[in-house]
């Protein structure tokens, strides 16, 4: 049972807007810790796709946008396009680990 | 660029210690202030960190696995290794490693992961 909790699955259609919330706790992202979200292609390792709740790395489409609010965070994917077909994890800190959610596969239909 | 790439054995038997190696190439593993990670993910599952080391040998670990994990570092070959001891089965996974930055504590770099299977 991972320490963030998001959705097993969302999932939208081509041009569509999707968002897959990561709640947490007090003792992780309520205590004021960043959130930070990754993309996992099918056979690949997870990419950086937000760092610090809602900032984009370089290379990263503008897309894709994060918030964080209380003890949850979100990401939003604007434009669905079939390549954004993906596992999202979302990921913070508590008690002096690194914790993160359970994964949620985004299928575009 | 930092690319980062993991090597070791791909079968390891139970009771056994896994040993895996992280080479960092593209940068030197001493310059910036940050940490090196393991993380790993069983088949079908989610991912899990298991502990960091930065350059000065520092580590932090994992609660549930820090009785049976040590992560080293060895700066002249631009390396970080990991150690697991005692393994089973459900330490069966896809093993990464990823570089840590610090005052954020997200993994910026990832290497390409390998499979570590426990069986006899």
């Known amino acids: 049972q991972s320490v963030l909790t998001q959705p097993p699955s969302v999932s939208g259609a081509p041009g569509q807007r999707v968002t897959i919330s990561c709640t947490g706790s007090?003792?992780?992202?309520?205590?004021?810790?960043?959130v930070h979200w990754y993309q996992q292609l099918p056979g690949t390792a997870p990419k950086l796709l937000i760092y610090?709740?809602?900032n984009r790395p370089s290379g990263v489409p503008d897309r894709f946008s994060g918030s964080k609010s209380g003890t949850s965070a979100s990401l939003a994917i604007t434009g669905l396009q079939a390549e954004d077909e993906a596992d999202y994890y979302c990921q913070s800190y508590d008690s002096s680990l690194a914790v993160f959610g359970g994964g949620t596969k985004l299928t575009v239909l | 660029q930092v690319q980062l790439q993991e090597s070791g054995p791909g079968l390891v038997k139970p009771s056994q210690t896994l040993s895996l190696t992280c080479t960092v190439s593209?940068?030197?593993?001493?310059?910036?202030?940050?940490?090196w990670s393991w993380i790993r993910q069983p088949a079908g599952k989610g991912l899990e960190w298991i502990g960091r080391i930065y350059t000065s040998g520092s580590t932090n670990y994992n609660p549930s696995l820090k009785s049976r994990v040590t992560i080293s570092v060895d700066t002249s070959k631009n390396q970080f290794s990991l150690k697991l001891s005692s393994v089973t089965a459900a330490d069966t996974a896809v093993y990464y490693c990823?570089?840590?930055?610090?005052?954020?504590?997200?993994?910026?770099?990832w290497g390409q992961g390998t499979l570590v299977t426990v069986s006899s």
């Open positions: 990823a570089r840590d930055v610090p005052n954020g504590d997200y993994f910026d770099y």
């Open positions: 593209g940068g030197s593993i001493s310059s910036g202030s940050y940490y």
């Open positions: 007090s003792s992780n992202i309520g205590a004021g810790y960043d």
């Open positions: 610090g709740n809602s």
